[in-house]
């Protein structure tokens, strides 16, 4: 969860350097076809869709790891009302970790890290470490399941935990002027 404007998200992610990821469309897949033939990154890689209350969301960012089967992805959802004056917004962040095929073998689709805590914990130090994020707590969510699978059956293992980061905005530029 993310404590802050679609400003300083939008800080946030560009000074850590994560990209906001393009639509899927002929263009993009020419892209993933290339980054994946070429076992290279692609900063922009579109992500499949995923809703939360029957939306897709708000924005998407994704970090490479110079090659397309490997990637960090995070979807942002804007909520109704403020906390402390500040809007409020929930994610869903996974880690990708290889390229498989899907049922079937018709279909290929990247697979996922399934201790979703520890992308949890990349973005939350990611954030912290550059600056951008001014506070954090982590919160028990005990109704939150411990196992579950996604839509590919990838298996998805958590402690329950939800990071809450308060943004605090795009950090002042060094003065890097010789004196």
């Not at 994610?91 to 390229?99: G, N, R, S, V």
């Not at 899907?102 to 996922?112: L, N, Q, V």
């Not at 890290?113 to 600056?131: F, K, S």
Request: glycine share 8%; aromatic share 8%; charged share 25%.
């Amino acid at each position: 969860m993310f404590i802050g404007s679609q400003k300083e998200i939008m800080a946030a992610f560009g000074e850590a350097r994560w990209f906001e990821a393009d639509n899927l469309n002929a263009g993009s897949a020419l892209k993933v076809v290339q980054a994946t033939m070429r076992q290279s990154g692609y900063a922009g890689a579109p992500v499949s869709s995923l809703l939360r209350n029957e939306r897709p969301p708000d924005l998407v960012f994704q970090k490479s790891l110079n090659t397309f089967a490997k990637r960090h992805h995070l979807r942002i959802w804007k909520q109704p009302g403020t906390y402390n004056g500040k809007e409020v917004w929930v994610a869903a962040a996974t880690h990708d970790i290889a390229i498989s095929r899907a049922r079937g073998g018709t279909k290929w689709s990247h697979r996922i890290d399934p201790h979703i805590d520890r992308e949890r914990d990349w973005v939350e130090t990611d954030l912290l470490y550059i600056g951008t994020a001014s506070a954090y707590a982590d919160l028990d969510r005990p109704e939150a399941p411990k196992k579950a699978a996604n839509a590919t059956g990838d298996q998805i293992l958590t402690d329950g935990k939800m990071s809450v980061l308060e943004l605090s905005g795009p950090k002042a530029a060094a003065n890097t002027e010789p004196r």
